[in-house]
T-cell receptor
Framework: DVKVTQSSRYLVKRTGEKVFLECVQDMDHENMFWYRQDPGLGLRLIYFSYDVKMKEKGDIPEGYSVSREKKERFSLILESASTNQTSMYLC???????????FGDGTRLSIL | RKEVEQDPGPFNVPEGATVAFNCTYS??????FFWYRQDCRKEPKLLMSVYSSGNEDGRFTAQLNRASQYISLLIRDSKLSDSATYLC??????????WGAGTKLIIKP
């Protein structure tokens, strides 16, 4: 069974801080994704990666960056956190193609 | 127009009833379709993939209508534990998945 682990379930940070959200998967999946989910908007793709050191912008990359130094780990970075980045952040992975995504538990991030 | 649209609900349904909801998509070249279930404050979990011929998993039936560009989910003999938000997901050939905002279902005793 695929296991996707996000480093924190709940996180509270202050405006202007640099925030790191970590995601690790144990199934040797090529593709990893970071989403945010807000009420009434569904999941919106921030960034995805299809290989180590490769990244692609999603629909809402502004204010975020990512890092994929190892295949199993995909990090989301908020360079200078702002209150409008308060959200639920979800990491997902798939092996290849249009397979269903496997999600981590999610991180509820609050920026004060 | 949103690329993937769902009625947000909530659908309030008595236990034991049958409930169905649809999801429309705008990209006629879409290739993959899924239904996910999401409980409050939890991550989405795959409920079922949707195949061209339609597919069934216990009380759940999923259908795809390419001509009208929608997928549907039917739940028979609904249980209290079916209360959740149901998310429709549509994918193209480039790993791009578009998520609907979800339909909230509440099963009442």
């Amino acid at each position: 069974d695929v296991k996707v682990t996000q480093s924190s379930r709940y996180l509270v940070k202050r405006t202007g801080e640099k925030v790191f959200l970590e995601c690790v998967q144990d199934m040797d999946h090529e593709n990893m994704f970071w989403y945010r989910q807000d009420p009434g908007l569904g999941l919106r793709l921030i960034y995805f990666s299809y290989d180590v050191k490769m990244k692609e912008k999603g629909d809402i990359p502004e204010g975020y960056s990512v890092s994929r130094e190892k295949k199993e780990r995909f990090s989301l970075i908020l360079e200078s956190a702002s209150t409008n980045q308060t959200s639920m952040y979800l990491c997902a992975s798939i092996a290849f193609g249009n397979q269903p995504q496997h999600f981590g538990d999610g991180t509820r991030l609050s920026i004060l | 127009r949103k690329e993937v649209e769902q009625d947000p609900g909530p659908f309030n349904v008595p236990e034991g009833a049958t409930v169905a909801f649809n999801c429309t998509y705008s990209n006629s070249a879409s290739q993959s379709f899924f239904w996910y279930r999401q409980d409050c404050r939890k991550e989405p979990k795959l409920l079922m993939s949707v195949y061209s011929s339609g597919n069934e998993d216990g009380r759940f039936t999923a259908q795809l209508n390419r001509a009208s560009q929608y997928i549907s989910l039917l739940i028979r003999d609904s249980k209290l534990s079916d209360s959740a938000t149901y998310l429709c997901v549509v994918g193209d050939s480039n790993y791009q998945l578009i998520w609907g905002a979800g339909t909230k279902l509440i099963i009442k005793p």
